[in-house]
């Protein structure tokens, strides 16, 4: 099923989107600025307070609690014990000594999905040929088809049930105990096996034909015929036989440790890991973090140099052999100012935050050109003493 939709736009209405993103494209060179300014403080901060932790750190045994430690950071190992069961009331499933159930709904769904092919003509209009196709999948999210170019014949009925999480409160490990939710995440999941009875206790509450199938549950008349606002029904079980922490010692309890610079540290992990392995981890995952927000934000900053220049590429368009040339050069300097503001902002971020580091970075740096440019100077004057007299 498809619809094909052809609209044209003027040249002066293109004008005035372009002038739109004019603005649009200079809040976002601010923004994205902002943002690798405060990437490179928020790296550092995390790198200092991480290797303070790693210097207070105490490794002790879970299996007591030892009230010297009180407010100290403490490293602990051990089996993990989930202090309550986590169940689904409404439905009544329940998993004994997992730290979290998880109820997962699909619901058979109309999706609409868009392509578009645009031609511009001479004038500097455009004309753009949007085709809007129509299928069925199943979907965990909800797919509001009120917002479809079409929505006739492709309705989705409201769902009826939605996906929800059951986490324990609390757990332990030795002696210690953390809140279920810091606990849960580091668990494998597990299919629980829904049968007969399940689906009685579905079928009651959503009023529609629920059968049991491969463990799991389906609503609907035909499994293997889906309509539209049939459901599939799993749950899941999260378990963790043992777990390594790093936190604050406040009673038999852990929490984040505030460092000196204001850092809060709380490290945690599937396993058994010394204090060092889960120190290192964490700044491997800080130094990941400031590459993917480095490289966002340089893109977020190249797509708000092209939308200032876009302009020019859109009263280039009148003749459109001339505005794809401008279109080209002005991708060209999108790219040259993001290659020079971004890491101008990132050095800035640094001289700030590690003035020191950063001042012996470009001082080395100018060392090492003046080198180089004197050693390029002196291999003529060697080459030139080194000629025969004639």
Not at 34 to 59: D, H
Not at 194 to 200: I, K, N, P, V
Not at 208 to 215: E, F, H, I, L
Not at 222 to 243: C, H, K, T
Request: with cysteine.
């Amino acid at each position: 099923m498809s619809f094909t939709e052809t609209t044209t736009t003027s040249w002066l209405s293109r004008i005035k989107g372009a002038i739109g993103r004019i603005f649009f494209g200079i809040i976002l060179v601010i923004a994205t600025t902002v943002l690798l300014f405060w990437n490179e403080g928020r790296a550092i901060k995390t790198y200092r307070a991480l290797v303070e932790g790693a210097g207070l750190v105490v490794s002790v045994d879970s299996a007591s609690v030892d009230s010297a430690n009180e407010s100290k950071l403490v490293h602990i190992s051990g089996p993990v014990k989930p202090l309550a069961t986590p169940q689904d009331d409404t439905y009544g499933i329940v998993a004994e000594n997992a730290l979290r159930i998880v109820r997962e709904v699909e619901m058979y769904q109309w999706v609409e999905k868009s392509e578009s092919k645009t031609e511009k003509n001479v004038g500097g209009s455009e004309e753009t040929k949007t085709t809007y196709t129509y299928s069925k999948e199943w979907r965990t999210d909800t797919v509001d088809s009120s917002d479809f170019k079409q929505p006739g014949g492709h309705e989705n009925p409201s769902r009826p049930l939605d996906g929800e999480t059951f986490t324990v409160e609390k757990a332990s490990v030795g002696a210690f105990t953390l809140d279920g939710s810091d606990v849960a995440p580091l668990g494998s999941s597990k299919r629980i096996p829904l049968g007969a009875d399940q689906a009685s206790a579905f079928q009651t509450s959503l009023g529609v034909n629920v059968r049991p199938q491969n463990g799991e549950l389906y609503a609907g008349n035909n499994p293997n015929s889906p309509v539209i606002g049939d459901l599939r029904i799993r749950y899941e079980r999260v378990d963790l036989a043992e777990a390594s922490f790093v936190g604050g010692q406040h009673g038999d309890t852990l929490t984040a440790f505030t460092v000196s610079n204001g850092r809060e540290i709380f490290l945690s992990s599937a396993g058994k890991q010394t204090a060092a392995e889960m120190f290192e981890t964490a700044q491997t995952e800080n130094n990941i973090i400031t590459w993917i927000v480095r490289v966002g934000g340089l893109i977020g900053m190249f797509v708000g140099f092209a939308c200032i220049l876009s302009i020019f590429g859109v009263i280039g368009d009148v003749i459109p052999f001339i505005g794809s040339i401008v279109s080209f050069g002005t991708t060209l300097m999108a790219a040259v100012a993001t290659l020079i503001l971004g890491p101008i902002v990132i050095a800035i971020g640094w001289i700030a935050y590690r003035p020191i580091l950063a001042i012996s970075i470009i001082v080395g740096g100018i060392v090492l050109a003046f080198l180089f440019i004197r050693l390029r100077r002196k291999q003529p004057e060697t080459a030139a003493l080194g000629r025969p007299a004639t």
